[in-house]
């Protein structure tokens, strides 16, 4: 394949972009001086390097230092008994960014399609198990959580997701109240895209 195929094979990868938009990309960076290019590879190298995966909530944050939690969880202001459970970054921005939830997080790292028979290899199942085992033990970097909050979109795979976590937390989490966002939400909307008063209707309306 010829390097400008690639690049416009390695667009479409991206989420949301088809082929056509992938071509378009390939184009423009193509016709971008050779300052711009560096630029860009040198931050997505730089941005890569800095990345770390918060040891609690698993997302991703960039620190320059070796700090095992991000600034969510390393937060003392949050409420620690509550947890929020939702299937990407996007989604914990989303919900963030509204200011409407102030408890802590597990992100999934995905959702799990309706058809696929092993989960495990589509979300942070085994993270997950461990982060409820630690909390057993009630630590600053697992607080114990009284309430587990499904937050996943209102879709069909976000609701295989709620549906898949559901089951392995009544397997794992034996004891703790379970609640699901997605009522509040109207079929077909997709978390992180929901505005502040959408999510925080969907808050209060939990169940
Ligand atoms: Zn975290």
Redesign the pocket.
């Known amino acids: 394949m010829d390097p400008v195929s690639k690049l416009i094979e390695l667009f479409s990868e991206f989420p949301g972009i088809g082929p056509r938009q992938a071509r378009r990309f390939a184009y423009f960076v193509l016709t971008r001086p050779n300052s711009f290019i560096e630029e860009f590879t040198k931050n997505i190298g730089a941005a890569k390097k800095s990345l770390r995966t ?6 991703f ?1 960039t620190s320059s230092s070796q700090m095992k ?6 937060d003392e202001s949050r409420e620690k008994n509550l947890l929020m459970i939702v299937a990407r970054d996007s989604d914990f921005e989303a919900v963030e960014k509204s200011g409407v939830y102030r408890g ?2 597990f ?1 999934l790292g995905g959702s799990v399609p309706v058809l696929e028979k092993e989960p495990e290899k589509r979300v942070r199942l085994a993270e997950l198990k461990s982060r409820l085992g630690s909390a057993k033990h009630d630590s600053a970097e697992s607080p114990a959580p009284s309430e587990i909050i499904l937050s996943m979109s209102a879709t069909p795979d976000g609701e295989h997701t709620g549906d898949v976590v559901r089951n392995f937390l009544e397997k794992n989490a034996g004891g703790v109240k379970i609640s699901v966002l997605g009522k509040g939400l109207s079929t077909g909307t997709e978390l992180e895209y929901s505005d502040t008063e959408t999510l925080r209707n969907a808050l209060k309306n939990r169940g």
């Open positions: 918060c040891s609690s909530c698993q997302r944050f939690l991000c600034s969510t969880c390393s802590l997080y992100v």
